[in-house]
């Protein structure tokens, strides 16, 4: 039989959490408005699915459509997010979320997601998850990830020192994002697997919290 894996252990003072991918599945609403988008372009609908985990809506446009005045991806991007709040079918937790959020009441962890207030608020309650009390969504940031200034305006609103967050994320662009912040990163689902983070699990099941003296946070992942 081969060995169980070892866990792996990380201390923080505090968590910020991404939300599609991490926290819920929104996967199934995600494919349906994309591929639709990309239909509309005349884009390869897989190879646009590569791009847009993570990303605001505008930011991946421009990588997918270079050239393209950029007020015309932020007024498509407005429309796809009504769209995209307008649209709960299929939206779930990720297994193990309610618990893992339920474990960190009382302690410091942030939502740091490109939805804005109205998508996250809407995906977080379809899901059935309470919405965590400090929240960083596309609103309250001027660049996308995998810019870190989400994760860094996170960490500064809770007033931890980056180097003393640990990430939640799924995506390329978030993991890339987290490191940028000078974080470090536990990924979540297959897709993260691809981006080498810190740690990674399937689920949030994998993931336990116990605090510790002095205010900080263990981590056992895996």
């Known amino acids: 039989m081969p060995a169980a894996a070892v866990p792996t252990v990380l201390t923080a003072r505090a968590l910020l959490l991404d939300m599609d991918g991490t926290l819920v599945n929104s ?3 995600v494919e349906r408005i994309w591929r639709r988008w990309a239909d509309r372009h005349g884009l390869d609908g897989d190879e646009v699915m590569k791009v847009v985990h993570g990303r605001q809506g505008y930011a991946s446009m421009a990588l997918l459509l270079p050239g393209r005045p950029m ?4 007024a498509d991007n407005a ?8 649209d709960m079918d299929g939206v779930v937790p990720v297994p193990g979320a309610a618990a893992f959020l339920a474990s960190l009441r009382g302690l410091p962890h942030a939502l740091v997601t490109s939805a804005d207030v109205a ?3 809407a995906r977080m309650a379809a899901a059935g998850l309470a919405l965590p009390d400090v929240r960083v969504t596309a609103e309250s940031v001027g660049a996308s990830k995998p810019d870190p200034e989400g994760f860094l305006k996170g960490a500064a ?3 931890v020192d980056p180097a003393d967050c640990v990430v939640f994320e799924d995506s390329g662009a978030g993991i890339q994002a987290g490191r940028a912040a000078g974080m470090r990163v ?12 810190d740690a990674l699990v399937q689920d949030l099941r994998q993931v336990r919290v116990e605090a510790v003296e002095g205010g900080a946070v263990r981590l056992v992942v895996g």
């Open 119 to 121: 998508l996250s608020t």
């Open 27 to 29: 996967d199934a609403v």
């Open 186 to 197: 536990v990924g979540v689902g297959p897709r993260a697997g691809l981006h080498r983070p």
């Open 79 to 86: 429309r796809m997010l009504a769209e995209e709040t307008a």
């Open 71 to 74: 007020e015309q991806n932020h």
């Open 157 to 159: 609103e809770l007033g």
